[in-house]
């Protein structure tokens, strides 16, 4: 391995909802809400799900795509400020080989009576560039169109 | 709360050991020789240490400056190729507030019979802004000379 293969970056993706903050914040919040847009989607296999939603606790995904080699997303939640904010750390493994690992801020605000998401992820990769950083960003972005539409947007 | 009391930002830290990388690998991984040189120091005290060296693991640091406020420093660990790569997360307290999460990534390679580590953290603060990113650095940067003098450089 040589440093070359890291590669470090940024994104951030916003969104805004018409839903307040405590409910933008309750569907990260609660095990079979967050399972519904976050790990659920069409032609994802979840293998199981767990999440235990607290500072120091985890969410734990395994999950295919199709017939396509296991996957994982591990999480632990670093700080956690309800309707306002939510740090976590997160790695993905495919195949057994892990290929990121990501630090992750969601924050919340008021906006008239809807919410302003900000997401930003700072992620380290291995082996992959800026295309997979981009493909990241649209997969991110994708996720918190799956929430406006859980919530009935 | 308002994004703008929230910081994003990165660093990096290089030094060049004269000891080989299975040296330099081992003064992170034994948690004797670590907490030695990483959280030992002139001025600090160290309520307890934990370490808990693999994927998944754990460090736990509880200290305080003389008799300043309690602190906490609580990593966990994503990804460690032996003699290679440690990725881990942490977050630190004081007088129980959380004040920034990083994304930390150690990368060693092998110069000649020594050893290049080079240091990259992803940082997010809480109310704190570039200031405060440049005395990480130089922690940072500190710490990894600490390490030096543990190996007898």
């Known amino acids: 391995m040589s440093d070359e293969a890291m590669h470090h970056d940024v994104f951030t993706v ?3 909802y018409r839903a307040a903050p405590e409910r933008v914040f309750d569907a990260w919040a609660d095990p079979v809400k967050k399972r519904r847009w976050f790990a659920e989607g069409e032609g994802w296999n979840i293998d199981s799900y767990d999440l235990d939603f607290r ?6 995904t395994r999950f295919r795509f199709g017939d396509g080699p296991p996957m994982t997303n591990d999480t632990v939640f670093h700080d956690i ?10 790695d993905m493994t495919r195949s057994g080989q892990r290929f990121s690992v990501s630090l992750a801020t969601l924050v919340l605000e008021r906006a008239g009576s809807g919410t ?3 997401y930003t992820e700072q992620i380290v990769l291995f082996g992959q560039g800026r295309d997979a950083v981009e493909q990241r960003r649209l997969g991110c972005a994708e996720l918190l169109g799956r929430l406006a539409a859980a919530l009935g947007e």
């Open 14 to 16: 916003e969104r805004t």
């Open 55 to 60: 500072e120091g606790g985890f969410e734990r």
């Open 81 to 90: 400020v309800a309707n306002r904010r939510i740090v976590c750390s997160y």
């Open 116 to 118: 302003r998401a900000r």
